[in-house]
């Protein structure tokens, strides 16, 4: 009964509230403290009206007052109550009630308040557990008649096949997809999970959460789950789901039989008797309805190209580089084949070295890429891992008599590719544990002698250069994507013969040009041809301090389709800045979703915005609506890359026009729709470099031009960011490694064509590669 009404008789409750209740000081409320068995009492003095939020939910906010410690410096508290409960309290609290609540959350508030309130409020929801009893004297309510009233009804969950676009629902669900939780390009957590139920419909739901412990404790294929207000949306004819304020999560393994028992980390939550019939009856269902995996591949039963999931314990770690980094694991078997030791210093590698070099012939290192990276640093060692979609690799080195085997965990979260850290309690840990504990590890050696052992060549001592070259001598350096049906075609018969035509070579990369690979970035216009150079960060930071002396209109804030915010800075210059927040269904979106403009900002704040929302665009005033700045300035930032317009080729248009995208069902801000939409011919970053390429019957120059499809790096990106840039440098070292002679360099294969570049009165014939990327293992 999440909101009672207590009968007041002679100043005393007829239904006493419940014995393990203790009243709670509001001078002894803090933020992070454990509240649970304790409760809040005070007058309701002020009460607001009742309202949704954005995503629907009601909201109530009243004010009590401490009628036990009037005199005190904080005698009041603001109250806000979410869902069913603030909606039955909006009906029946009056002025003057004493108003009691439990199960409560305290949250501190950002500034401190000098009215005399709280500095935290309490949060009050039935999903929370709370509970909230009103104190009524006879004749005031209804309520007089009875001693205890619930005004709250059951939770109503919906079935997959009723629900409807823009509604906020509770739902069981049957996991038949999930990517483990990831960093989205925010700072949110996000986690993304394909449901199903017996009505045979299937709802993918992206769930988004600042703590990673908020989202769903999903650990496999066949898990159960129940949302409570998740908001349904429908995109290209299917409905998705999406967290809405106050969602939560139960999960429940979904094998028939096992104890029904909801993983999550709240500390209070609701769940009936009569949901448990539901969960069981889901088990049976999915039990012929799902093709749920067999028990986890185990290290003994690996096989070279496989992808797998494995469940082990974490025994070490250490940071590779900027985008990898190492996990050791075990699970008490032994890999079949012998396994790569990543190269690392000694003193980067965390954990137990005595345990380390007892499990040299049973733990394996798994080499973490990209966006994973980040989730794996702070994982502690001795934790129980279930890691998603590790991919074997077979290679050898020429050092090496035989082949051994690579484990990567590639970046990206395709085929729910991920890391998830199992609790102790989980069954297959528990499982794992005993096992583990009756392995026979090798005999332990003393930690002196230990240190005294030549540790590098535990780890390796070969530099990460010369292990790479090593591997991709045994290696076809690049992948032809088309024309297979095309034979090798010798470069002196190329060279004799007319363009235009197409031809295969096999050949060597003797040099190429620039040297500095940055400079091989250009911004490409495909409406003129045109080439130039990509503007540098002073270019840009002089077009902004130019725009800073326009004042921002205020006729053109907080229009129907952008909220705008002002304020003045702190330094000497006392700038003004003005930033308009695009809105989707007049409501403000999620940083991550969300596009804004900016007036007055200073380079510096504009790449921080960037970096929390979707895009940025600068733009300043005039009269009668906002307009971009000069194209030699990006008309958009998106994360790291910056977007420019062709000066020749473009027709900008004034800002208004970006309201039809923000009218879209999922605005995507794509950069080619915004481009189009403000009339901007969108430039294209490329790479251009000359390459000579030789083989036994000549020399040839060909031109690269290529955006991403040759490198398998964005040229967009290249420019900042570290990783790419030394990616970048390493395929070069291996595609013409410096001081090797020419009959060591290693052959390439690729597709060039020839063309006919009139040059005064005279044809020029140039040579260019195409669809040719490199090897995924070179990169």
């Known amino acids: 009964m999440p909101v009672q009404l207590l009968k007041i008789v002679k100043g005393q409750s007829e239904t006493p509230l419940p014995s393990h209740l203790q009243k709670e000081d509001l001078q002894h409320l803090q933020e992070g403290c454990d509240h649970t068995n304790k409760y809040i009492q005070g007058i309701v003095t002020l009460s607001y009206p009742l309202t949704k939020l954005g995503d629907g939910t009601d909201f109530f906010k009243i004010v009590l007052q401490d009628s ?3 005199s005190s410096t904080i005698s009041s508290i603001n109250v806000l109550i979410y869902g069913k409960m603030a909606e039955d309290c909006a009906r029946i609290i009056h002025h003057g009630e004493t108003f009691i609540v439990a199960g409560f959350k305290v949250i501190k508030l950002p500034t401190v308040r000098e009215d005399g309130r709280h500095g935290c409020h309490l949060e009050v929801s039935e999903e929370a557990g709370s509970t909230i009893y009103i104190c009524t004297k006879p004749g005031t309510t209804a309520a007089s008649e ?28 049957v996991v038949k997809f999930f ?50 207000r998740i908001k349904i949306r429908e995109y290209n004819g299917q409905m998705q789901g999406i967290t809405s304020g106050g969602f939560a999560s139960l999960t429940f393994d979904g094998t028939v039989g096992a104890p029904v028992v909801p993983r999550t980390s709240s500390k209070v939550y609701t769940f ?33 190209m496989l992808f797998f999931d494995l469940t082990c314990q974490l025994v070490g770690k250490a940071k590779v580089d900027g985008s990898s980094f190492l996990l050791k694991v075990w699970d008490g078997t032994k890999c079949p084949y012998p396994t790569w030791k990543v190269p690392v210093e000694a003193k980067d590698l965390e954990g137990d070295r005595v345990l380390l070099h007892q499990l040299r012939d049973l733990a394996v290192d798994i080499l973490v890429y990209d966006n994973h990276v980040q989730l794996a640093e702070p994982l502690k060692i001795g934790s129980f891992l279930r890691i998603y979609s590790i991919h074997t690799k077979q290679a050898s080195a020429d050092n090496e008599d035989v082949s051994h085997v690579e484990f990567h965990l590639h970046g990206g979260t395709c085929y729910g590719r991920g890391i998830g850290v199992l609790p102790e309690s989980n069954p297959d840990v528990k499982e794992l544990k005993a096992f583990l504990e009756s392995v026979h ?50 470069l002196k018969t190329i060279i004799n013969s007319p363009a235009p035509q197409q031809y295969r070579i096999r050949a060597k990369l003797r040099t190429y ?21 990509v503007p540098d960060r002073d270019d840009f930071d002089f077009i902004l301090r130019g725009s800073a002396g326009t004042a921002s209109n205020p006729e053109l804030h907080n229009t129907s389709w952008y909220e705008s ?53 600068p733009v300043r005033s005039t009269e009668d609506d906002l307009e971009l700045l000069d194209l030699s300035a990006p008309f958009l930032l998106q994360g790291n890359v910056k977007y420019y317009g062709c000066k020749q080729c473009s027709t900008p248009k004034p800002m208004k ?123």
């Open 68 to 70: 036990d410690n009037l």
């Open 146 to 173: 009875t001693a205890s009233v619930s005004v709250a009804p059951k939770y109503v969950y919906t079935p997959l096949n009723h629900l409807k676009d823009g509604t906020i629902v509770n739902l069981y669900g």
């Open 179 to 228: 990517k483990p939780p990831y960093i989205s390009k925010g700072t949110d957590y996000c986690s993304v999970v394909t449901l199903v139920d017996p009505s045979n419909v299937k709802l993918t739901c992206s769930l988004f959460s600042g703590n990673l412990d908020s989202l769903p404790k999903i650990y496999k294929v066949g898990d159960i789950v129940r949302f409570h």
């Open 272 to 304: 009936m008797e009569e949901e448990q019939k539901t969960i069981e009856e889901l088990r049976v269902w999915a039990a012929s309805n799902i093709s749920i995996s067999g028990p986890a591949t185990k290290l003994s039963g690996v096989q070279p």
């Open 441 to 490: 590890l090798a005999d332990s050696q003393n930690l002196e002698s230990m240190c005294s052992m030549d540790v590098d060549s535990t780890f390796g001592n070969v530099s990460d250069l010369e292990l790479h070259l090593q591997r991709c001598q045994q290696l076809s350096v690049t992948v032809l994507t088309d024309h297979q049906d095309l034979s090798n075609t010798e």
């Open 513 to 533: 040009k620039p040297q500095k690979l940055h400079q091989s970035v250009k911004l490409h216009c495909s409406k003129c041809n045109s080439l130039q150079e």
């Open 565 to 617: 915010v002002t304020w003045t800075t702190q330094d000497q210059k006392q700038r003004e800045i003005t930033i308009h927040f695009v809105k989707h269904d007049e409501m403000l979106q999620h940083p991550e979703d969300t596009l804004l403009m900016i007036e007055g900002g200073t380079l510096k704040e504009i790449w921080k915005l960037s970096k929390r929302f979707k895009c940025v665009i």
């Open 657 to 779: 026009n970006l309201s039809s995208l923000a009218a879209e069902q999922q605005p995507s801000w794509e950069p080619t729709e915004i481009a189009q939409v403000l009339g901007i011919e969108l430039l294209q970053y490329v790479f251009i470099m000359k390459f000579t390429l030789v083989d036994e019957t000549g020399t040839l120059n060909a031109y690269l031009f290529d955006h991403e499809k040759f490198f398998q790096i964005p040229a967009s990106e290249i420019l900042t960011n570290d990783f790419l840039q030394q990616k970048m440098q390493m395929t070069m070292n291996t595609l013409c490694p410096p001081g090797i002679k020419s009959g060591d360099l290693p052959w390439l294969e690729c597709f060039i064509k020839s063309y006919n570049v009139r040059d005064g009165m005279k044809n020029q014939v140039y040579y260019q590669i195409f669809d040719t990327t490199i090897a995924e293992d070179v990169v």
